[in-house]
């Protein structure tokens, strides 16, 4: 098989244009078919990829195609749908699915059990985890550059849980090793009607998130701007020294992307790479296909190493709903965010319902908090 390129197709041609892009580039994968409900978006992106089997149907496609890889890449309420009637009713032999993983454990736990009944490779789309910086802030982590970690933060200015701290979360995790978390808790504010493509998205977060090895992560979202805040930085702090991880520089702004603060005094710095979110999906999809192969043995977005995310997500939200401390693994199945608002719990004081990603969706913007 390592010499075969494998046969891939891609549901959903927004997101899914650079899962296409990716397939395409890769060596080890080739690109047969597209999938999407909009068929103006659909020739959009085949005419760009030059891709002649084009469906507006997902089990169409899978029963005419039979591929070997196939990317989701649709909202995160379909995911779990969509992946488990792949893997039940088809043979391909990998599954990308976009983050977040799904909207509650429950489905999630689903995916991953019909996928390792068939023997089936499930990764979750945490394009990030590809950066190159973000694996060298990770490799400094290994080598013991602040010692152990003992705190975690990361602040970001807007976008949900589901979307921007999704990506804020799973970075860290992965920076930090990997570290299994032990408890969760948090608080959730939803006063406006808010959604993100098609989902309820709270107004603002706060989770902290404790490891077994007693290290902390703390995580923020649409928290006033102040103190040491900085839209996408994250901080490490360990027993022998603080390193400073930062992402996207604005041009003409600081060019150093990693810095240690050692103890004593000695500041290390590193220049950010030249690394775009294209050059970081390609090497996904690529890693992506090699690992389904069996060329290689391990890969960094392993559905059973990013459902840590998914699950520290649905603990934030538990803990709202709970107002209480919770535990490791996390025994709700269903979505406590829908749980909340359908019994009264997270009340909307400004009715009016809008999308932050499709603004032209909007009725009443809310007023400003």
């Not at 950066?131 to 982590?141: D, K, M, N, P």
């Not at 702004?253 to 790479?273: A, Y």
Request: net charge negative; charged share 25%; proline share 4%.
């Amino acid at each position: 098989m390592a010499d075969q390129k494998l046969r891939a197709v891609v549901l959903g041609c927004q997101v899914g244009r650079n899962h296409a892009d990716g397939y395409v580039d890769s060596d080890a994968a080739e690109l047969v078919a597209l999938c999407d409900l909009d068929k103006r978006q659909l020739d959009l992106i085949a005419d760009q990829y030059d891709v002649e089997a084009r469906y507006t149907d997902f089990e169409t496609m899978l029963e005419e195609q039979q591929p070997d890889l196939i990317s989701i890449a649709t909202p995160q309420q379909t995911h779990a749908a969509l992946t488990i009637l792949a893997a039940t009713r088809y043979t391909p032999k990998g599954i990308l699915c976009e983050k977040g993983m799904a909207i509650s454990m429950g489905e999630a736990r689903a995916m991953l059990a019909a996928c390792e009944r068939r023997d089936i490779k499930l990764s979750i789309g945490h394009t990030l985890r590809h950066g190159t910086q973000v694996q060298q802030a990770r490799e400094l982590i290994a080598e013991g550059a602040i010692g152990e970690v003992q705190m975690s933060h990361i602040w970001y200015a807007e976008g949900g849980m589901m979307n921007i701290m999704c990506h804020c979360c799973d970075r860290a995790l992965f920076i930090m090793g990997d570290p299994e978390p032990a408890w969760v808790m948090g608080n959730v504010q939803r006063d406006a009607d808010r959604w993100e493509r098609g989902w309820p998205a709270e107004e603002r977060a706060v989770g902290v998130i404790g490891f077994a090895d007693g290290a902390r992560l703390i995580l923020e979202g649409e928290t006033p701007h102040g103190g040491h805040t900085e839209d996408h930085r994250h901080t490490f702090i360990g027993t022998e020294g603080t390193l400073a991880v930062r992402f996207d520089p604005v041009a003409g702004d600081d060019p150093i992307g990693l810095r240690i603060h050692r103890k004593g005094g000695h500041v290390e710095s590193f220049e950010f790479h030249d690394d775009s979110f294209v050059d970081r999906r390609r090497r996904e999809i690529d890693t992506f296909a090699r690992w389904v192969a069996g060329t290689l043995s391990t890969h960094h977005t392993d559905a059973h190493v990013c459902v840590r995310t998914q699950e520290i997500l649905m603990a934030i939200y538990e803990s709202a709903r709970t107002h209480s401390l919770v535990e490791f693994p996390m025994q709700t199945s269903t979505s406590p965010l829908i749980e909340m608002i359908e019994s009264g719990a997270l009340p909307v004081r400004y009715p009016g319902r809008y999308d932050i990603r499709h603004r032209a969706t909007i009725e009443r913007e809310p007023p400003a908090p």
